[in-house]
């Protein structure tokens, strides 16, 4: 029963700064592709169905929905032993996840910007998108006295090369993947909200994102 109530130990860069968990199988990698292959795609075809992503990504419907509210306003220390060991980690993978994905799509939104200008916009706002969900994690971590140096980690991760096409395929397998990992999560919290044991599992409920429509045309 004490060794449940001790607070886990985690190797940090310097106070309050989190050491990046190892790179495995398991851990989010980070992407690069053929950008030059990417802006000679065609797009003629798709590209109606592309204008109607991009409308959606600027109404920005979810432009208030990240916001932290009173429920956080309070000590997060009672969530001890393997219960924060294990949720500082769920927190640390969905923020590097979802920084990976600013990465990729803000460096493909520059190098796109004046060859594809319709895809250069779609990935710049899903970098928007998820530069938001980044920061909301990581501050997050900080409730726990933790938080990653996303600049570090931009330098010290390797980078995966996917060819173009399956970078459509791998962000729409991911935000097909997280969806149902978050949908999942809400709908059992709803039945058991005593497991609710931080408010960021209110938020799960729009886990499915608008740019996973987007490998449509990347099929065809």
């Given amino acids: 029963m004490v060794d449940s109530l001790q607070k886990p130990g985690f190797e940090e860069i310097r106070p309050g700064i989190k050491v990046p968990a190892k790179e495995t199988l398991l851990t989010p990698r980070f992407y690069t592709t053929d950008f030059d292959e990417m802006a000679r795609m065609d797009i003629s075809v798709n590209e109606d169905e592309l204008q109607a992503i991009l409308e959606e990504f600027r109404a920005d419907y979810n ?111 991911s935000e097909k993947i997280g969806y149902w990992r978050y949908i999942n999560i809400y709908r059992h919290l709803e039945k058991h909200p005593e497991d609710r044991i931080y408010p960021i599992f209110r938020f799960l409920k729009t886990g499915v994102k608008m740019k996973t429509v987007m490998v449509t045309f990347s099929m065809r």
């Fill in 63 to 173: 432009r208030h929905h990240f916001v932290r509210d009173a429920e956080f306003e309070q000590s997060w220390e009672h969530i001890d032993g393997e219960t924060r060991q294990l949720f500082v980690e769920f927190l640390e993978r969905s923020c590097t996840a979802e920084f990976s994905g600013f990465l990729l799509y803000k460096e493909l939104g520059r190098r796109l910007k004046g060859k594809s200008p319709v895809l250069a916009e779609c990935f710049n706002l899903m970098s928007r998108d998820e530069a938001r969900h980044a920061g909301f994690l990581n501050k997050a971590m900080s409730d726990f006295n933790l938080s990653l140096d996303l600049g570090f980690l931009t330098k010290s991760r390797n980078y995966t090369f996917f060819k173009p096409k399956f970078i459509f395929y791998a962000t729409y397998l």
